[in-house]
């Protein structure tokens, strides 16, 4: 694992003199901190107006000149479980095309947090890094939203340019705080990407649309292993550079 020097506490501490604008500010931040990728589930389902509500509340994330480029299906019930059937078979058949999510080679600070992040993530779920099969069992995991009540597929207008794909994550993430808000727990997944042919077949989806991600979500269970193994982030001073400020 990484040096300890990393943050890891998501804890917001509570001044003993606090105004309106700071106690919205560490509400703010204890959302923001407590929102974890959660990959265990409880089988509480989730309601349609609440996804609504979360979405809509989403839906005032920024995008470039307000063009609001994000398509979602939500999904449940049987046309949930009708979508992981054909996951799962797709990619036992192992006819989706390859699809890298990072550069081969990663540079190296990249490469040391995604070594550092299997390591976490398999230990909480007792699988050795070596043990193929059981890895490959995790991954198909991905295609069940990890036992999620409530699947997302997130998916933008292939025509447009990589820049509006950052208001795609902008909202994604307002998804998640807004989730996190009301105690429901999300896990943002790439591992629908590559399977998108199955997925438009799947949804109907018009020709110009394509898969970007997935999302699983609903009420995360506390007790699962997998979902506390806390991933640390990096401090300020060592990703941020401040310039022309007093002292
Ligand atoms: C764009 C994106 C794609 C991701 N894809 C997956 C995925 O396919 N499967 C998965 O289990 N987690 C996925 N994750 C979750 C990350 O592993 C997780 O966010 C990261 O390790 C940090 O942990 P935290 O979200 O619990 O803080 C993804 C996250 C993002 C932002």
């Known amino acids: 694992m990484m040096a300890d020097t990393l943050i890891d506490e998501p804890q917001v501490a509570q001044p003993a003199a606090e105004g309106p604008q700071e106690a919205i500010a560490r509400c703010v931040a204890t959302v923001m901190r407590s929102r974890r990728a959660t990959r265990a589930f409880k089988a509480q389902p989730l309601r349609r107006e609440v996804v609504e509500a979360i979405l809509q509340d989403a839906a005032f994330a920024p995008s470039g000149a307000n063009i609001q480029p994000w398509r979602v299906h939500v999904l449940s019930g049987a046309v949930k479980n009708a979508l992981t059937d054909v996951l799962v078979a797709a ?12 550069p081969e080679p990663l540079p190296d600070t990249y490469r040391a947090r995604l070594m550092d992040f299997g390591a976490r993530y398999y230990a909480s779920l007792g699988i050795d890094r ?6 490959t069992r995790q991954t198909e995991r991905n295609y069940d939203f990890f036992g999620a009540p409530v699947g997302l597929i997130f998916s933008i207008d292939r025509r447009l340019k990589p820049h509006s794909w950052i208001d795609l994550g902008l909202f994604a993430q307002n998804v998640m705080l807004a989730a996190k808000a009301r105690g429901i727990d999300t896990c943002p997944q790439v591992a629908f990407a590559q399977f998108h042919a199955p997925i438009a ?11 970007a991600f997935g999302m699983s979500m609903g009420y995360g269970d506390p007790e699962a292993e997998v979902n506390r193994a806390a991933m640390p982030r990096e401090r300020v001073q060592d990703f941020a550079r401040f310039s022309g400020f007093a002292g």
């Open 130 to 135: 070596n043990d193929t099969p059981a890895r």
């Open 91 to 102: 990619s036992r058949a192992g006819t989706a095309p390859a699809r890298q999510h990072f």
């Open 201 to 211: 077949e799947h949804l109907h989806m018009s020709p110009d649309e394509v898969t």
